[in-house]
């Protein structure tokens, strides 16, 4: 779905009389970009597309750290917020997050415990949304599925689907409870084919190649709640 404000809408409207919002992506090596040497990786791709001459020019700052976790991501929400007005003053009116893969993974060998037990990350995503709703309203982005026929990612991190699935309801029924829009990358991926998921990862079978940090940004840019809360702000 594309929406009249949308990066890829064909309108010619100018933007100069709207309010240049200031975004915060926050998360893992699906928000850093990792296994796209060509665009940067989904948000860099989104950033740039708000640069250009007749787009909203929103700033969108790419918080992304590889490996982290719930429990680093809440440790540095407060600063990474605080730090990313721009202005004097000014603080961002929207966090994007996106974390939870790198809890997920068993440990040494596909029976072994999970990186993150799995009432813990519960507990730390519980707090991680409700400290982030106290900043400023927040959304969120789901994990992609990994393909498994690549386990153990750097010889000792166990993904599978079934974990995956498992942390990732849990996020999701924790952003539903609290009325944070999801985005259910997972199924949505799922949903086109195994197969064709393994042609949107790299070699690792973990991070997403080009191909697939395309369709991460077009699955991105069909997200009507996203898009819905931009177009209100921008009015």
Not at 53 to 61: K, V
Not at 63 to 71: K, P
Not at 115 to 140: K, N, Y
Request: aromatic fraction near 10%; charge should be neutral; include cysteine.
């Amino acid at each position: 779905m594309q929406t009249l404000n949308s990066p890829t809408s064909g309108s010619n409207t100018s933007y100069s009389h709207h309010p240049s919002l200031r975004l915060l992506a926050l998360g893992d090596s699906l928000v850093y970009g990792y296994g796209d040497p060509v665009g940067g990786g989904w948000v860099e791709r989104l950033r740039r597309q708000w640069m250009t001459p007749g787009a909203p020019n929103h700033a969108l700052y790419n918080l992304g750290v590889r490996g982290d976790g719930v429990r680093q991501v809440a440790r540095r929400l407060e600063d990474e917020f605080r730090n990313r007005g721009e202005l004097r003053n000014r603080q961002p009116d929207l966090i994007i997050l996106s974390v939870g893969i790198n809890d997920s993974p068993r440990l040494a060998r596909p029976d072994g415990r999970n990186f993150t037990e799995f009432a813990g990350f519960e507990i730390g995503m519980a707090d991680l949304l409700d400290r982030a709703r106290r900043l400023c309203p927040v959304v969120f982005v789901g994990m992609v599925p990994v393909d498994e026929e690549k386990m153990p990612f750097l010889d000792c991190l166990y993904y599978n689907h079934a974990d995956q699935h498992r942390y990732k309801e849990a996020t999701r029924l924790a952003c539903e409870s609290r009325q944070i829009p999801y985005l259910d990358l997972f199924d949505l991926w799922m949903s086109r084919g195994v197969a064709w998921c393994q042609t949107q990862l790299t070699v690792d079978g973990l991070h997403p190649n080009v191909a697939g940090y395309q369709t991460l940004l077009q699955d991105i840019m069909s997200w009507q709640a996203l898009w819905q809360w931009l177009e209100k702000r921008e009015a």
